[in-house]
């Protein structure tokens, strides 16, 4: 199937270097080295490409973008072609007089990733002493400096008895937008499964928490809500459709429909040092794979539901039906639904420690 339409936007790993040891990270268990990253006239090589495709935001990401010293040299060109820019920082290596050069050069918005309401959580999860401190000094220079701010929450069993402090800590902070994004179970959350799922009970008290908040603070702070698939009725369109108006970019220039398609086996990706990005959004065959609904199988193919939610995740597809094609197993739909929820069950009734966590770095063989 050929593409839909022009791409909105682009995720834009800029590197996989990262302070922080996230056992959740949604990079790929093989990191990248610095060596493999795109140099600067790459990026902003593709980045002119973007725009030229009418991409209309560009989130900044990684890892951890900061690292990259180019990083106002590719907000300043993405500016100077009207392209929203959003940084996705850790904020534990950013100081104020760079958030201050970053504004200077354009940038539009900045999400600051908190893992934990209290400095114990943020440091048990980050692996990095002093890194709470470190985000709230940021948040504040975020502020200070005239820029939205979104905090954005990972939430798994040691920290989902903190939804409201976070909330909290948002209002505290002044942010635009809080994101309660339960954690998806690929990347490094998959690895770290057992010690990372939340009992049903405790997510089913999140959900009620955080639609009274949203009520009461309607036009305060707005709060976006990530369900958790293992516990879900109906399954999330995959970046809103599997390459139908979004997709991302490797620090190597990988192109992907997502973060986890490189675990679909059978997917070979295009990387934007061979091919114009026109012509991988255009005709890519890892794309075109899984575009629209003409691939679907029973029951996703009849389903009223088809072009609501695209058939959902083909990565976790792959995990746990062993077929990219298949239905998402986060669909009550699907014969499969009963065994995610079982694994959800066995999973977070096992009492693993919390030092038995595989923390994300570069070069360990997870």
């Not at 996705?88 to 104020?96: D, E, F, L, P």
């Not at 959350?189 to 928490?209: K, S």
Request: net charge negative; with cysteine.
């Amino acid at each position: 199937m050929s593409a839909p339409g022009y791409p909105i936007g682009i995720l834009a790993e800029l590197t996989h270097r990262c302070p922080l040891q996230c056992p959740y990270c949604s990079n790929p268990a093989k990191l990248l080295k610095a060596n493999t990253e795109l140099d600067t006239q790459n990026w902003l090589r593709v980045f002119n490409e973007a725009a030229d495709l009418g991409i209309l935001q560009v989130h900044l990401s990684g890892g951890e973008p900061t690292l990259r010293p180019d990083l106002e040299e590719i907000v300043s060109a993405l500016s100077a072609r009207g392209v929203y820019t959003n940084l996705i920082t850790a904020g534990v290596n950013v100081k104020q007089e760079r958030i201050a050069a970053l504004k200077d050069r354009g940038l539009d918005h900045v999400q600051l990733s908190v893992q934990g309401a209290t400095p114990e959580v943020t440091e048990l999860i980050g692996n990095m002493k002093g890194a709470h401190e470190k985000k709230l000094e940021t948040a504040r220079g975020v502020r200070e400096a005239g820029l939205p701010l979104t905090l954005n929450a990972p939430i798994h069993r040691h920290n989902i008895h903190q939804v409201e402090d976070f909330i909290n800590l948002a209002l505290e902070l002044d942010a635009d937008r809080l994101e309660i994004a339960n954690v998806q179970y690929y990347g490094w959350a998959l690895i770290n499964r057992t010690q990372l799922m939340p009992a049903w009970d405790d997510v089913m008290a999140q959900v009620d928490l955080v639609e009274a908040a949203r009520e009461e603070l309607r036009g305060r702070l707005l709060i976006d809500f990530v369900t958790p698939d293992y516990y879900a009725k109906f399954p999330k369109p995959c970046m809103g459709g599997w390459a139908r108006d979004a997709f991302m970019i490797t620090p190597d220039g990988t192109a992907m429909p997502c973060h986890a398609a490189h675990t679909i086996p059978h997917l070979v990706f295009d990387n934007v040092k061979d091919k114009h990005l026109a012509e991988i959004w255009d005709s890519s065959p890892a794309f075109e794979a899984y575009r629209g609904t003409d691939w679907m199988k029973e029951p996703c193919r009849s389903c009223d539901r088809r072009e609501q939610d695209y058939g959902g995740c083909r990565c976790q597809a792959m995990a746990i039906a062993g077929d990219a094609a298949a239905t998402d197993p986060a669909c009550s739909l699907s014969p499969l639904h009963e065994t995610m929820l079982t694994i959800a069950g066995q999973t977070q009734s096992k009492e693993a420690p919390a030092d038995d966590f595989t923390y994300r770095r570069i070069g360990v063989n997870a």
